[in-house]
């Protein structure tokens, strides 16, 4: 079965500094991955994903995330904090086969500091 | 544009009604979903549906009931046998037949139940 963990609830960051958000999981097979923001009282908005093309994958707002499959890790960085980037940050996995196989983590909160 | 909309926004019930939450989608996706949220938790699944008139219970569909009659359409009921069904909900949709397809997001519906 898969999950996923996501160290760290809470993250907090001063502004101009280096974001970096933990995923790991664990498939049974080759996954797909994918990295999630969710701005309060929103929906979630995807900001990357990985579909075993490139492991360094660029997202909007300047994100981007790296696939290591030797340490089931998919982190996501940023390499300039903004004031906007405080959200709640989900990291999702996917199998190939179709169906209810879309496993979200619990989530990070950022905050970021003037 | 093509997206999908949750209505209303903000909801307000008394204990021991029924109360139903709207899901549309124009994507043409055949894959809709039905998650719970918690403040600081990670979302949850309560129903899902590859088809129409076809769905799936998910982690947590107690006290709950959907339809599937329209590709467009997937809404949720939230019964008075649900023992806490005050939180967000957030309706996804997704395309596809393969897990490389990412969830597209509603706003959410706040539900207080009191």
């Known amino acids: 079965a898969q999950s996923v963990t996501q160290l760290g609830s809470h993250v907090s960051v001063s502004e101009g500094a280096l974001v970096l958000l933990r995923c790991n999981y664990s498939?049974?097979?080759?996954?797909?991955l994918f990295w999630y923001v969710q701005y309060p009282n929103q929906g979630l908005q995807l900001l990357l994903k990985?579909?075993?093309?490139?492991?360094l994958v660029k997202g909007i707002n300047d994100f981007e995330a790296e696939f290591k499959k030797s340490e089931t890790s998919f982190h996501l960085t940023k390499p300039s904090a903004h004031m906007s980037d405080a959200a709640e940050y989900f990291c999702?996995?996917?199998?190939?086969?179709?169906?209810?196989?879309?496993?979200f983590g619990p989530g990070t909160r950022l905050s970021v500091l003037p | 544009d093509g997206g999908i909309t949750q209505s209303p926004k903000y909801l307000f019930r008394k204990e021991g009604q029924n109360v139903t939450l709207s899901c549309e989608q124009n994507?043409?996706?055949?894959?809709m979903y039905w998650y719970r949220q918690d403040p600081g938790q990670g979302l949850r699944l309560i129903y899902y549906?590859?088809?129409?008139?076809?769905?799936q219970k998910g982690d947590i569909a107690e006290g709950y009931s959907v339809s599937r009659e329209k590709k467009e359409s997937f809404p949720l009921t939230v019964t008075s046998a649900q023992k806490n069904p005050t939180a967000f909900y957030l309706c996804?949709?997704?395309?596809?037949?393969?897990?490389?397809?990412?969830?597209?997001f509603g706003p959410g519906t706040r539900l207080t139940v009191t």
């Open positions: 994507l043409n996706h055949d894959a």
């Open positions: 996804a949709s997704r395309s596809g037949t393969s897990g490389m397809y990412e969830q597209y």
């Open positions: 549906s590859q088809i129409v008139n076809d769905f």
């Open positions: 999702a996995v996917s199998e190939p086969n179709y169906g209810q196989n879309f496993v």
């Open positions: 990985y579909t075993s093309a490139a492991t």
């Open positions: 498939s049974s097979v080759p996954p797909y």
